[in-house]
């Protein structure tokens, strides 16, 4: 069975740094391209970023360009995001999702910035 | 960059009815087109990508349509177990954009 579980959610100030995690198991993830995808509470869905098999491409929507980083570690089946410079803006559910196209999702974990 | 809108934003419908929400992308992107669905407190689940291919196990009351730059997601037969926000996806192109959503009352 496809899984897809992150980790790495919470509570942190405005201006501060957070770093998800996805633990992915049941496909051969490196050779997937992997997706993040966010949702502000009670509004619609936001892809924010994607990489490819083995993270020398990597792509951005504009509003985290320069202030996020998406990665991967095909050894240890996992995918990352390094979110800086947070704002209340970011706060969201931030799914991992399998592909590019999108078509397994894991439940989700929540970041919430406030001071 | 790609704008993708859906409509009607939201509808209200009763069991055993069939409902369209249509999807228009602002430029020409085959059928790079899939569709979610999801219900409160859930993650998205795929129901139908490029366009219209059904994903296993999704009831065949769902069905998609459309290329270039109008879709249409139709629901048959609706159930309760229906009643949940409707989003389309363009993954022709970079930066990938979903449409602003679509909430199905039953």
């Known amino acids: 069975e496809v899984q897809l579980v992150e980790s790495g959610g919470g509570l942190v100030q405005p201006g501060g740094s957070l770093r998800l995690s996805c633990a992915a198991s049941?496909?051969?993830?490196?050779?997937?391209?992997m997706t993040w995808v966010r949702q502000a509470p009670g509004k619609g869905l936001e892809w924010v970023a994607t990489i490819n098999l083995d993270g020398s491409d990597k792509f951005y929507v504009d509003s985290v360009k320069g202030r996020f980083t998406i990665s991967r570690d095909n050894a240890r089946n996992s995918l990352f995001l390094q979110m800086n410079s947070l704002g209340v803006e970011d706060t969201a559910v931030y799914y991992c999702?399998?592909?590019?196209?999108?078509?397994?999702w894991g439940q989700g974990t929540l970041i919430t910035v406030s001071s | 960059d790609i704008q993708m809108t859906q409509s009607p934003s939201s509808l209200s419908a009763s069991v055993g009815d069939r409902v369209t929400i249509t999807c228009r992308a602002s430029?020409?992107?085959?059928?790079?087109l899939n569709w979610y669905q999801q219900k409160p407190g859930k993650a998205p689940k795929r129901l139908i990508c490029?366009?219209?291919t059904l994903e296993s196990g999704v009831p065949s009351r769902f069905s998609g349509s459309g290329s270039g730059t109008e879709f249409t997601l139709t629901i048959n037969s609706l159930q309760p177990e229906d009643s949940a926000t409707y989003y389309c996806l363009q993954n022709n192109s970079f930066p990938r954009t979903f449409g602003p959503g679509t909430k199905v009352d039953i």
């Open positions: 049941g496909f051969t993830f490196s050779i997937s391209w």
């Open positions: 430029q020409g992107i085959r059928n790079d």
């Open positions: 999702v399998r592909y590019a196209t999108m078509d397994i």
């Open positions: 490029v366009a219209s």
